[in-house]
């Protein structure tokens, strides 16, 4: 089975999404489907009344009414349909976009195994979180173990940082999606994790990258065994409810980044069998 599959976006996104092609100008990728050569174009202009994608260039390389594969990237997305060639007026090589734009997903939601690999940390604010709607201050849990009171000693603020600057819990992340993350935590940690509980604009931290996720809700702490019998750890599994589309882009294409070589040419061709 693929490892890909292919969400079909509503006609405004499909509009939206050819419009932010056109703005940047970038490329298209056609073919005729079972054959191995690709064209790459470059495109000149987007008419959104005619749904045509006018190609620049004037080279007849297809007949009128040949029947092709298209694919493009957008911040490194990629999105697929099925079009028609045709000429304008002028001789430019145009594309008829009347059927409908997919664009391609890893299955799992691009879930990428970070860990050891690409080193991914997880930034949260203990000021506060939500369970419920009941905001807790994590700071004054009721919880006063021996290692819950060492551990605050060692987040509180140094003597060097700003008065205001919230205290953070930092993680490194194991796998990643557009949907949520999972952590690997000790002891210490794990005081902050509770089921249900929902923290506000965490960062993720990539080495050429910071993402904010508005919220992240716990959805299960379970125990992790790891090869050291003497180390407690835990596994904490973490979802992004009501993602924004905007961070939500942002974040499948810094995964899809890390992801470029899989060819999903191929899979799209399956996929319109």
């Known amino acids: 089975m693929s490892d890909t599959y292919f969400s079909k976006l509503d006609p405004s996104e499909k509009i939206s999404r050819l419009v932010q092609l056109n703005n940047s100008k970038g490329q298209v990728t056609l073919w005729v489907k079972g054959q191995k050569q690709k064209f ?45 060639a045709n000429k304008s007026i002028v001789d430019h090589f145009i594309l ?43 700071k004054s849990r009721s919880n006063q173990t021996t290692l819950f009171k060492n551990f605050l000693k060692i987040i509180e603020n140094r003597e060097d940082e700003a008065e205001n600057e919230n205290q953070m819990v930092k993680c490194r992340v194991q796998d990643l999606s557009t949907t949520g993350l999972s952590l690997h935590v000790g002891e210490i940690e794990a005081h902050f994790f509770s089921k ?13 990258e910071v993402i904010v996720i508005p919220e992240v809700k716990v959805v299960y ?53």
């Open 196 to 208: 249900d509980f929902i923290y506000k604009n965490v960062r993720l931290v990539f080495l050429d």
């Open 40 to 84: 790459t174009l470059k495109i000149l202009e987007f008419d959104k009344d005619r749904l045509e994608i006018i190609l620049d260039t004037k080279e007849n390389i297809f007949p009128k009414g040949t029947p092709l594969l298209c694919s493009f990237e957008l911040r490194g997305m990629y999105f697929f349909s099925q079009v028609s």
């Open 221 to 273: 702490i379970v125990d992790y065994v790891s090869g050291d019998k003497n180390l407690k750890k835990y596994k904490v599994g973490l979802t992004f409810p009501n993602l924004p589309v905007v961070t939500d882009d942002q974040l499948g294409a810094k995964i899809n980044q890390l992801l470029r070589e899989i060819d999903f040419n191929k899979d799209f061709e399956n996929f319109t069998k």
């Open 96 to 138: 008829e976009a009347k059927s409908e734009l997919y664009k391609s997903e890893k299955r799992g939601s691009f879930r990428l195994l970070t860990f050891p690999i690409y080193e991914v940390y997880s930034e949260f604010d203990l000021g506060e979180a939500y369970e419920g709607g009941k905001v807790i201050d994590l």
